[in-house]
C-alpha cells in the first residue's frame, strides 16, 4: 500500500518565550488621624495577580502582594524586612525585584526613589511614639559594614523612560513635568522617616549579601484618598493602579535587558550636601512620607 503523504504545512518552531518573573510589593498602613487610609496600601491590595506575557511586555509578571499593610512603626519594619525578602522568605517562586510603595501626602505626583539614608531617622516618631536614634543605627548598621547611603542597582534613568512610555507620554525624556499626565519623577531621598527606613533596610539587606545587587526600588504615591477636581477617590485610584503596574513592567523589562548588577562606585550616594539640597528642592521633599 502506498505511503500517505500529509499535505499540512510543516509548523515553525515556536519562539522561546520569557520565564516568568515574581515581583513582592508592599504598602503602608494608616498614618496620623488625617490618613486613616494609606494610598499606598489602596493601591499595592488591588494590584492584579499576574501581569501575562504581551508584544510590549514580553515577559509574564507574578505580583505577591505582602498579605497585610506595613505598620509604619520602626521596629516593626526593621523585624519585617528580614524575614520577608530571600532567601528567608520561602515564598515560591522567589521575589527577584522589590517594589516598596509609600505615602508621599505633600505631592501631587509620583516619585521613584533612587536611594535611601542609612542615619537621620530619629526626629519624627512613629504610630506609637518610637524613633530610630543614629545610635541605634549604628548598632544595627555598622559603618564598617555598611556605606551611610545606598541606592538601587536598578538603571533609574532607563527605568524611568520605560515607565513614562508604558503611561503613553509621547516624549519620556520631557524635562516639562507639567506637561506630563500622570506626572512621575525621579528623586535622589526617600526622606527621613518609615518610606526611607523601609528603603534603606531593604537596600541594606541585599548589600549584606551581595553588594552589587540590590533589585529593590521604593515608589512616592500622593494622597489619593479625598475628592478633588471633580474626580472620584475610586477614579483617581485606579490612575494610581495604572501608575503602578506600569512601573512594575518597566522594572521588569528594564532587569531584562539592561540588568540590575550595580556599577562600581554607585553603592554611596547623596553623599554632598549641595547635591542632597538640589535635589529635595526638585522633588518636594516633606515630612509626610509613611
Avoid at 212 to 237: A, I, N, Q, Y
Avoid at 261 to 281: H, L, Q
Amino acid at each position: 500500500m502506498p505511503r500517505a503523504w500529509s499535505t499540512a504545512a510543516r509548523q515553525p518552531p515556536s519562539e522561546k518565550r520569557e520565564e516568568p518573573v515574581t515581583i513582592l510589593v508592599t504598602g503602608f498602613g494608616p498614618f496620623l488621624e488625617k490618613y486613616p487610609r494609606n494610598t499606598s496600601w489602596e493601591i499595592a491590595s488591588t494590584l492584579p495577580a499576574l501581569l501575562p506575557a504581551s508584544q510590549d511586555n514580553p515577559t509574564p509578571i507574578h505580583i505577591r502582594v505582602h498579605h497585610a499593610p506595613v505598620r509604619v512603626a520602626y521596629d516593626n519594619v526593621l523585624e519585617l524586612v528580614p524575614s520577608l525578602l530571600p532567601p528567608t522568605n520561602k515564598l515560591y517562586p522567589t521575589p527577584s525585584i522589590i517594589l516598596h510603595i509609600g505615602l508621599a501626602a505633600g505631592r501631587t505626583f509620583y516619585t521613584l526613589e533612587n536611594g535611601a539614608h542609612g542615619r537621620g531617622y530619629g526626629a519624627i516618631p512613629d504610630v506609637d511614639g518610637g524613633r530610630f536614634t543614629d545610635k541605634a543605627a549604628e548598632e544595627h548598621f555598622p559603618p564598617s559594614e555598611f556605606p551611610t547611603a545606598l541606592q538601587t542597582s536598578f538603571q533609574s534613568e532607563d527605568v524611568l523612560e520605560r515607565w513614562r512610555t508604558n503611561l503613553g507620554y509621547g516624549t519620556p525624556h520631557s524635562d516639562d513635568l507639567k506637561e506630563l499626565k500622570p506626572d512621575v519623577r525621579i528623586s535622589q531621598d526617600a526622606g527621613n522617616f518609615m518610606c526611607g527606613f523601609i528603603y534603606w533596610n531593604s537596600l541594606a539587606h541585599y548589600f549584606s549579601l551581595k553588594q552589587d545587587e540590590r533589585p529593590v526600588m521604593f515608589l512616592h504615591v500622593p494622597d489619593l484618598t479625598t475628592e478633588d477636581g471633580g474626580k472620584s477617590v475610586e477614579e483617581k485610584l485606579k490612575v494610581g493602579r495604572e501608575v503602578a503596574i506600569a512601573l512594575i513592567k518597566a522594572l521588569v523589562e528594564s532587569k531584562r535587558t539592561k540588568g540590575i548588577i550595580d556599577a562600581a562606585g554607585r553603592s554611596r550616594v547623596m553623599t554632598e550636601e549641595e547635591e542632597v539640597g538640589k535635589e529635595r528642592a526638585a522633588a518636594g521633599t516633606d515630612v509626610n512620607f509613611a
